[in-house]
């Protein structure tokens, strides 16, 4: 079975900071997404940035990219430039795509965010 | 753009009763997707719906809940007898086509609080 471990439950950074948030997985699959919601007090999911198996080149978006080491089953966030909006839980997240359905995704425990000013 | 639309976004219930929630996915998308979030707790994987039928489910989801999409637009989660436990936030996610990643959606929860 798939597991999504995040080891930092709870991290801060200044505003215009850069951070990073530590994601790793265990599968046997080959074929897979991996992806980061945002969670803030209003508790809505926001998907934040995701990252296909298959593709070498990290991800970004915007402020947001990835360090997607496949070999080693990790997957981090890194936040440029941090802003108070920021501030969230951050959950990692990994679906299978084997067969090229769409299945469900597993969730890390996640990482609270809070971006000091 | 596109939501996924739950309603309601808060439900106090009575122990021992039946509750309804109801999600309206994006048209376009096939799969359709319950989540959990006990306060505090990761979210976790209650059930998939796909071509009008269970394609999977979690340990979670005993014969206490059931999904139904009654009308081609709605997808509705139904826990038939409340428990105390089944306080949380529930979320309802749809996605795209089988073969190409069109984009996982949720919806923004429906807090169940059960006293």
């Known amino acids: 079975a798939q597991t999504v471990t995040q080891s930092q439950p709870e991290m801060s950074v200044q505003e215009a900071e850069t951070v990073t948030l530590s994601c790793t997985y265990d599968t046997s699959e080959n074929n897979y997404y991996l992806f980061w919601y945002k969670q803030p007090p209003s508790r809505q999911m926001i998907l934040v940035i995701r990252?296909?198996?298959?593709?070498?080149q990290n991800a970004t978006e915007n402020r947001f990219s990835v360090n997607f080491q496949k070999a080693a089953k990790s997957f981090s966030l890194k936040i440029s430039d941090s802003q108070l909006g920021d501030t969230a839980m951050y959950f990692c997240?990994?679906?299978?795509?084997?067969?090229?359905?769409?299945?469900?995704?597993?969730f890390g425990k996640g990482t609270k965010l809070s971006v000091k000013p | 753009e596109p939501e996924v639309t739950q309603t309601p976004s808060h439900q106090v219930t009575q122990m021992g009763q039946e509750v309804i929630l109801r999600c309206v996915p994006i048209s376009n998308h096939l799969y359709f997707y319950w989540y959990r979030q006990i306060l505090g707790q990761k979210v976790e994987f209650l059930v998939s719906?796909?071509?009008?039928?269970?394609?999977?489910k979690s340990e979670i989801f005993d014969d206490q809940f059931s999904v139904e999409r009654p009308d081609g637009s709605n997808f509705t989660l139904k826990i038939r007898s409340t428990k105390l436990e089944d306080s949380a936030m529930y979320f309802c996610?749809?996605?795209?086509?089988?073969?190409?990643?069109?984009?996982?959606?949720f919806g923004s929860g429906t807090r169940l609080t059960v006293v």
């Open positions: 990252q296909e198996a298959y593709k070498q």
């Open positions: 996610a749809s996605s795209g086509g089988t073969l190409t990643y069109y984009g996982y959606t």
């Open positions: 997240a990994f679906m299978n795509r084997a067969g090229g359905s769409q299945g469900n995704l597993i």
């Open positions: 719906f796909y071509n009008n039928e269970i394609s999977e």
